[in-house]
């Protein structure tokens, strides 16, 4: 069964995909405020079939969705450096993740890593430090969070949870 939190209006499941490790965050704004509700890392196995690591990514971001209910899921977009492969294998853990998504009638919503850090630092050029202090003050966290994949996946929570209600109202204007 979903938990609800009474006075909650809207929770985000914030994923930052990889197959080696998918960083989860899941944030609620509360009473006018952004709060942290739950973040980590799906971790898999090197060396272990790629099918194998995208069922168990699946099924974590499913609990996890089961879980929080959210009304949104937003999800880092692909970075293509220089690793072709890697930048393929996080598509893919991507891909499982908009499907858990879509299964369950989720919106999904994709941003860049420089929407992410502009939203969260004001500047799409911060540094994976910068982000980290950055998500701690506006969730109030006592410690920064860590690891990395789960700081950055509760930053693009806090970039949809602060972009979307923008986005709803301009949807509303445009009728």
């Not at 699946?58 to 072709?84: H, K, Q, T």
């Not at 109030?140 to 923008?166: F, T």
């Amino acid at each position: 069964m979903p938990r609800r939190i009474p006075g909650v209006h809207v929770i985000v499941l914030g994923i930052d995909p990889g197959v080696a490790n998918t960083g989860y965050g899941v944030v609620a704004h509360d009473r006018g405020r952004l709060v942290a509700l739950d973040g980590g890392v799906i971790e898999t196995r090197a060396g272990e079939d790629a099918g194998a690591r995208l069922v168990q990514i699946f099924a974590r971001v499913g609990e996890l969705m089961d879980g929080y209910a959210p009304d949104a899921v937003a999800v880092e977009d692909l970075y293509f450096g220089a690793n072709a492969n890697s930048a393929f294998a996080v598509g893919q853990a991507r891909g499982v993740v908009i499907l858990a998504a879509g299964q369950r009638r989720i919106p999904c919503r994709s941003y860049t890593p420089q929407q992410v850090k502009a939203a969260v630092c004001g500047s799409g050029r911060a540094d994976k430090g910068q982000v980290q202090r950055m998500v701690q003050a506006l969730l109030s966290l006592p410690e920064l969070p860590s690891p990395d994949h789960a700081a950055d996946a509760l930053a693009v929570a806090v970039c949809h949870a602060n972009h979307a209600p923008l986005t709803a109202a301009l949807a509303v204007a445009q009728r």
